[in-house]
Structures are given as structure tokens and as C-alpha cells.
């Protein structure tokens, strides 16, 4: 974040100082600020280019740096805060920020709000007094909080209608006689009609646009996690998995540190901020399986191994009518899908109606027939006798039975393990249900040869 800037430091506490030639000045003109970008490298005015009144502002280590009014020269030109937040990093951003937050403060109370007398520097702490009626004043910070709300392995991943353009997580400002957790809560419930448990602290951010400080919480989806969102606040607003997840441009901010933490734990976050309800009971896996729609290659009775082509319209239709099915199971947090087309072209109408992911993995396309690939099915009565032969080669280049089980108990070995937990959709093949079914089950050698499994058909397996 902007403000890490160790071994350095911001020394914030006002001192009664006077300006040396070396101290830098900071100059605002409609919120812009005066400022070099000359070979990438953030630098202001020193105190000898101007020698105007002065105010003291704080210093970086020994850098004192005061606000000041001054012009445009050489390299030196105005700058808004959004450019220099886009084009900088480093420990003179986090001055920027800071001495931006601390001028709009001056520019807002030049006058009492009591009697409109002038209101000028203390001289003995950062505050302002008034000099008619000694009204005495404190630099406004507003409290703000934002939420990485998580549900499911998942984070919800928002982006604002207006400001900032890149994704975010749920914010907004805390009100009078409101705690930092009924923040959380309200701010949620307005943008994404969701309610949340476990409330966890996270981190700060002491800078931003807004005069505030932004406060970070993790918690978790209470209930119903179906987003209702407010249009009017939001653009967007997504469930994502760790992998789905797209960083901010720059690593400045809270909520980018935030989102990153969720990917890179891959959502299990460190015990501390972690606001996930622990299961009762360790949840168990559940694969299910399914071979692809009506092909083509099926209607003409052809022998289809890893020779593609394409769905029928009764395989699309078969294919939606599995969507309608898998929709009656929210728990299926992805697909795993064979290379093949005709599995891809199934798991891509199942993933848009169920909104999941689909993961391709080459382990699950079709057994590898050799020189029976697209032949007609009947005439080619040794085909059925080199089936049964599980430790003989197809001919020419193909696969025997026992390689085929070899990387299809692989693939489900690693499901098993990644997706540990959650219920898992692998769309694929025939011949690849078969041997899945020898994983799960016990088989004669006749019962094996007689498994069938209809396009579209479903089954499911749990560990
Ligand atoms: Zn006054």
C-alpha cells in the first residue's frame, strides 16, 4: 500500500518549524498538485524556488515538507491526484496523499463555523483557532470501511458506476452514531442486499480522495448468498474465485491488498482474519459425471474417440436439459471438461446457465481408438473384442484400456484433492464414465464391458 514505505518514515506531528531552503514544498492549485514526473521519479519544489508564506505540513524522515503557494517552472507543473496515484509509487506518493488530505483541510475552514471570525493556526498542535471566539478545531478525518464479503471459496468482486474504474470490494462511509461493524453490515445489506456474519478486522489505509481513512473487513454471506444489487451505486457486483480474480493496475491500495490475499491463499485466509464458519462436519466431495449430447458421429453409429465433431440438435437439447437439472444444485462450484468439442460445446451451455467456470483437462477426453477412429461401428466387428483386451494397445497409435484408466484416476485423484469439499461437474465421455465408474465402484470384468452410459446421462460419486 502507498503508505509501507519502511525504512522509511511519516513523521505526521505538528512542530512549530520554519522553512530551509531544502524543505520541500507542497502547492494546490483546484486540487491539483505542483510536481515533477521527470524520468519516472515523483519530486516537488524546494522552499528557495517560491519563498512565500509557509505552513508546516510534516516530514518523510528528515524531509520537512510545508504547504505553500508557488508557479509553474521548469519541470514543475500541476498534476491531478488520480495521475499521480496512476503514474508513481513510493514514499513522496504517500506525502502527496497526506499533504492533499491536510489542504483541503486549511481550504475548508478559513472561517469559524460558530461566529465567521478568522480561524488561523494554533502554533502548538494541529488545530485551528478562531481569533474572535477561540473555537478550536481538529483535522476532520472521515471513517470509511471496506469489505471483502466471502462465501463459498469465493469473494464478492465489485465495480463502482462512478470514480474509480478498475474492481473493488463493497465501501462506504460510516454515520453519526454507527460502529465500524453496523458500517459493514448497512454497507453490504445497500449494495448487495446480502447479510453477513463474523466480521473481521483486517487493515487500515490513512489516505485517499474523500478525507478519510478506509478500514478493511473480511466477514462472511449470512443466508442467502444471491446478489441483489443497487444500480444506482454499483456497476457490478460478482461472486469470484480466487483464480478469477482481476488485480487493480497498481498495488497502492487496501482493497487490491485485500483481493490479493484472497487469490493468493487461495481463499482460505490466514486464521486471524479468516470469517468463514468452520463445517460441523467435514463436507464431502462429490464428482459428478456426464457424457456429452448426441454427436453427429452417434447418429451415423460411427466409432468416436478423440476424433471431434459436433452436437446434433437433439444433443444441444440434451445438453439444456442437463443445464435445467444442474441448476437444481447451486453446490456445483465448477465444470472440468474433456479438449474435446463435443464435450465443450455440452459444458459450455450447462457453465451459462449455472454460472460456473469450466476447467478443460486432457485427461478426460475419449479413449483413444487408433485405427477403428471414426469407423462405421458395424463393420468393424473386432472393435467390441479389442475393448475387452485392457492391457493391448488400439492399433496404430492408440490407447489400451489400462492407459485410459491411468490418467482418467489421475485427473480424479487431483479433482479430489483441489476441490476438496465442493461438488464438481466432469463433462466428458462413454468410455471415460466407465473406467470413473471403476474408481468409485467395484466391477466384474462382464459388468464393465455392459456399463452404458446415455448421452447427457448423470451420476454422481461421493468420498
Ligand atoms: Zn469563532
Known amino acids: 500500500m502507498i ?50 508564506d509557509a505552513v508546516y505540513l510534516f516530514s518523510v524522515d528528515d524531509a520537512a515538507f510545508f504547504l505553500c503557494d508557488a508557479d509553474e517552472t521548469g519541470d514543475f507543473q500541476f498534476y491531478e491526484m488520480r495521475e499521480l496515484r496512476d503514474r508513481c509509487a513510493g514514499k513522496y506518493l504517500y506525502a502527496a496523499f497526506t499533504a492533499y488530505h491536510l489542504q483541503l483541510w486549511y481550504a475548508e475552514n478559513r472561517y469559524c463555523g460558530i461566529c465567521r471570525g478568522d480561524m488561523l493556526h494554533d502554533g502548538k498542535e494541529s488545530a485551528l483557532v478562531c481569533q474572535s471566539c477561540g473555537h478550536k478545531i481538529y483535522p476532520r478525518i472521515n471513517p470509511a470501511v471496506i469489505v471483502g464479503v466471502v462465501s463459498k471459496g469465493r469473494i464478492l468482486i465489485t ?54 481513512i478506509l478500514m478493511g473487513y473480511f466477514c462472511e454471506a449470512d443466508g442467502s448468498d444471491e446478489i441483489k444489487m443497487d444500480d444506482s451505486e454499483l456497476k457490478s457486483a460478482v461472486w469470484c474465485r480466487p483464480d478469477e480474480i482481476e488485480l487493480q493496475p497498481q498495488q497502492h491500495s487496501l482493497t487490491n491488498e485485500m483481493m490479493m490475499l484472497f487469490r493468493d491463499t487461495n481463499g482460505h485466509l490466514p486464521p486471524e482474519y479468516n470469517p468463514v464458519t468452520p463445517d460441523a462436519a467435514p463436507r464431502k466431495t462429490r464428482i459428478c459425471f456426464t457424457r456429452h449430447g448426441e454427436t453427429t458421429m452417434n447418429v451415423a453409429d460411427h466409432i468416436s474417440g478423440v476424433t471431434d465433431c459436433d452436437l446434433t440438435a437433439n444433443g444441444i437439447a440434451q ?37 460456473v467456470p469450466v476447467v478443460t483437462d486432457e485427461r478426460l477426453r475419449e479413449w483413444n481408438y487408433g485405427s477403428y477412429e471414426d469407423q462405421p461401428r458395424g463393420e468393424t466387428p473386432v472393435f467390441q473384442a479389442a475393448k475387452r483386451e485392457f492391457g493391448v494397445r488400439m492399433p496404430d497409435g492408440g490407447e489400451s484400456l489400462l492407459q485410459l484408466a491411468h490418467r482418467v484416476y489421475s485427473c480424479i485423484d487431483d479433482i479430489r484433492r483441489k476441490y476438496a469439499g465442493e461438488t464438481v461437474l466432469c463433462v466428458c465421455h462413454g468410455g471415460v464414465c466407465r473406467v470413473a465408474e471403476t474408481y468409485f465402484k467395484d466391477m466384474s470384468t462382464d459388468a464393465f464391458s455392459h456399463f452404458f452410459m446415455g448421452n447427457c446421462e448423470l451420476r454422481q460419486y461421493e468420498i
Request: one cysteine or more; hydrophobic letters at 35%.
Open 3 to 52: 503508505q509501507d514505505i519502511l525504512p522509511s518514515r511519516l513523521h505526521n506531528h505538528w512542530q512549530p518549524r520554519t522553512p530551509l531552503p531544502e524543505s520541500y514544498i507542497m502547492c494546490f492549485r483546484d486540487g491539483k498538485l505542483l510536481a515533477s514526473l521527470k524520468d519516472g521519479e515523483l519530486r516537488f519544489p524546494k522552499f528557495h524556488e517560491s519563498r512565500r
Open 159 to 212: 465495480r463502482y458506476r462512478r470514480g474509480y474504474a478498475h474492481n473493488a470490494l463493497v465501501a462506504g462511509f460510516t454515520e453519526i452514531g454507527e460502529t465500524l461493524e453496523e458500517t459493514v453490515a448497512r454497507e453490504v445489506m445497500e449494495e448487495t442486499g446480502l447479510r453477513v456474519r463474523n466480521i473481521r478486522y483486517y487493515k487500515s489505509q490513512p489516505w485517499g480522495m474523500a478525507q478519510d
Open 319 to 355: 445438453a439444456e436439459q442437463l443445464a435445467d437439472i444442474c441448476a437444481q444444485h447451486p453446490e456445483i462450484s465448477v465444470i472440468i471438461c474433456s479438449p474435446l468439442k463435443r464435450a465443450q460445446k455440452t459444458a459450455a451451455i450447462i457453465a451459462e446457465k449455472i454460472r
